[in-house]
């Protein structure tokens, strides 16, 4: 079989599913012929969120700044009526 399964024969066969993740990589499951999930071994998922996620040396070492990730995005400001004098 390849890399690729159905849906059904994913939630049948789910422990095969999961041998043939860590044994030969990454497997594909499909739902009505669209790819819908993978399913990959903890290490390569683990290589991945890291790989994603810079840490503080990388930002501080970009060469741009990444400015967007630091700071959270401000409120608009609510704004009293003037006072009235008289």
Known sequence: ???RW???TAKARFSELLEKA????????TRRGV?????????QWEGLQ???????KELLLAPA?????LA?????LARRPP????
């Not at 860590?22 to 499951?29: K, L, R, T």
């Not at 700044?65 to 990730?69: A, D, G």
């Not at 959270?72 to 608009?76: C, M, N």
């Open 1 to 3: 079989m390849s890399n």
């Open 6 to 8: 159905q849906v059904q």
């Open 22 to 29: 860590v044994a030969e990589g990454p497997q594909v499951v």
């Open 35 to 43: 790819e819908t999930a993978v399913v990959v071994p903890m290490e």
């Open 50 to 56: 890291r790989t994603t996620k810079p840490n503080l």
């Open 65 to 69: 700044p990444r400015i967007e990730s």
């Open 72 to 76: 959270p995005e401000r409120r608009p």
């Open 83 to 86: 006072p009235r004098f008289e």
